[in-house]
């Protein structure tokens, strides 16, 4: 049986790129239920994995309005629970700025919501003005988050585990609710955290919500080998892809998994029209609208460098490493050199997706695409950014997946009820039960 391809939808509420919300019938409202709900009905109707949310902890008058405001994700995914019944539903959560207890508990309790479909993206914030709304004086160095991050994410898997899957017993005869045989108090001391635990919410449905991560510096590659399950990258060349997605299984087979133990996924932000030129008509419609200070901050925050300082007509410059978004600045600063672009150019090209691969065309070229990166192993599948809310995302699911189901590149139906099931990734024993095994 030939191997399928997974598909997300990175959304952000109203679409991807920075002008979208001004094109005719689209959605400018981000913080309006209805419209994000009907997007995911239809990601879900196009049998996708799962629906994913993006975030940050920080804003400002010049962020894009596509970052500028919206939801505070996991509120969102609790909505969306209960109006979607088989489709994944997953949220970026920083380990800088939020509290171990906090957010192990409150994935839990979705992951119940929605009988196990949540996946978690673990990111460590890219921001430095997150700090200032937290208590902190400086955001803590690169080195120093991921150090962070490798803890926090033990413990919030230790309070997950603070419960066997079958602890809760509510026997009515007996008048036992739980076995207190079979709670474990996590009584973590570390570095960072200190957590006693156990947590008041019972093991997951999925054991532990799904790991997604998208860092793609060094420690980040690190960090999701040893513990990610899915990892979002922004490639725009297969044979970097190629190369990125080996050197995660390297990271992966060197912390005793398996190398196909990750899935790797990758941002895509496709423009369709039914003939090329309508897809390449609608290029030139967006970029007219674009605001050239919101798009100038979206390519500052993914180069890590205050860009306005620059000439705007002379090449892009050469960049210290990124210490916000190292796999967002590498991609873009390989685009200018091997394409020679202007700042200007860059600047235009990062606010279509955002610093994601931008594919226009009709449907069947984006089917070829997709199908082309798929089968030459660069990802096991793609997260699709719609550049605007809802006409695109509903082209791509209603011309673009029958293609793809046609090749037999993607299921027709879900087979299963979890995220887990979808992505067909195994449920996490209870450290206890393996134990038992040995
Ligand atoms: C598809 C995708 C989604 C991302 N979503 C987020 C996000 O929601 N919040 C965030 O702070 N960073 C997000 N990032 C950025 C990465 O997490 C970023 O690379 C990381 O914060 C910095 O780590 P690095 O230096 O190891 O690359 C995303 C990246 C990709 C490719």
């Known amino acids: 049986m030939q191997k399928m391809m997974h598909l997300g939808s990175l959304s952000h509420g109203v679409g991807g790129h920075v002008a979208g919300w001004r094109m005719p019938g689209a959605l400018s409202d981000k913080e309006k239920f209805a419209g994000i709900a009907d997007a995911v009905m239809t990601a879900e109707r196009g049998k996708f994995d799962f629906v994913f949310f993006a975030d940050a902890v920080n804003t400002g008058a010049d962020a894009a309005p596509t970052f500028v405001v919206r939801f505070e994700p996991l509120t969102l995914l609790g909505a969306l629970s209960v109006v979607t019944d088989r489709i994944g ?10 509290e171990p207890y906090n957010v192990a508990r409150a994935l839990a309790s979705l992951d119940h919501l929605s009988e196990g479909r949540i996946g978690w993206n673990v990111v460590t914030g890219s921001s430095p003005d997150a700090a200032a709304n937290f208590s902190r004086d400086k955001h803590p160095p690169h080195a120093e988050r991921y150090a962070m991050a490798d803890e926090y994410l033990a413990v919030v898997k230790g309070l997950w585990d603070s419960w066997e899957d079958d602890a809760v017993v509510a026997d009515k ?14 009584d973590h001391v570390g570095a960072y955290f200190q957590v006693k635990g156990p947590l008041n919410a019972s093991r997951p449905p999925q054991g532990y919500p799904v790991i997604f991560q998208a860092g793609a510096s060094d420690r980040g590659l690190e960090l999701a080998g040893s513990t990610a399950e899915v990892v979002f990258a922004s490639q725009s060349f297969v044979e970097d892809s190629v190369a990125f997605s080996s050197k995660l299984r390297d990271y992966a087979e060197k912390a005793g998994r398996a190398r196909d133990a990750v899935k790797v996924m990758l941002g895509v932000s496709p423009i369709i029209g039914d003939t090329e030129e309508e897809a390449h008509d609608i290029v030139a419609q967006l970029g007219a609208m674009v605001d050239p200070v919101s798009s100038m901050r979206v390519l500052s925050d993914r180069l890590g460098a205050d860009m306005t300082q620059y000439d705007l007509d002379g090449p892009v410059p050469e960049l210290p490493p990124s210490t916000m978004m190292q796999g967002h600045a590498r991609v873009l600063q390989s685009i200018a050199k091997r394409h020679n672009l202007t700042l200007r150019q860059l600047r235009d ?10 594919l226009v065309g009709t449907p069947t070229q984006v089917a070829d695409d997709l199908e082309m990166w798929f089968r030459a192993g660069a990802c096991d599948g793609f997260a699709i950014m719609a550049p605007y809310s809802p006409k695109p995302f509903e082209t791509f699911v209603d011309k673009v997946v029958p293609i793809l189901q046609e090749r037999g590149l993607f299921r027709r139906e879900y087979s299963g009820k979890t995220l ?17 095994k040995l």
């Open 420 to 436: 887990r099931d979808h992505l067909g990734l195994a449920r996490p024993a209870h450290p206890a039960a393996l134990a038992v």
């Open 173 to 186: 005869a007996t008048g036992m609710f739980i076995d207190p045989k079979k709670m474990h108090v996590l």
């Open 89 to 98: 539903l997953v949220a970026t959560v920083s380990t800088t700025y939020s």
């Open 349 to 358: 090209f990062a606010a279509v997706g955002a610093g994601h691969r931008v």
